[in-house]
């Protein structure tokens, strides 16, 4: 097992944000889908979209 660098936490804390900012932006479609009245297909691959991010983001805080 290699040791995290400063470079590999510089790294992760960068896919943190982007994976936090992600997170926010489907939460705001899902909102957006819902007012639209979007079809079932639509919302139901925006929440397997936004379970996948969630297991990214588990993945990233993992060390």
């Known amino acids: 097992m290699r040791d995290y660098t400063?470079?590999?936490?510089?790294?992760?804390?960068?896919?943190?944000?982007?994976?936090?900012?992600?997170?926010?932006d489907i939460e705001k479609v899902a909102v957006l889908l819902d007012q639209t009245q979007a079809s079932d297909?639509?919302?139901?691959?925006?929440?397997?979209?936004?379970?996948?991010?969630?297991g990214v983001a588990d993945l990233a805080d993992r060390r």
């Open 6 to 24: 400063d470079n590999d936490d510089g790294v992760r804390t960068q896919l943190q944000g982007l994976i936090s900012e992600l997170q926010t």
């Open 41 to 54: 297909d639509v919302k139901h691959l925006i929440a397997s979209i936004a379970d996948r991010l969630d």
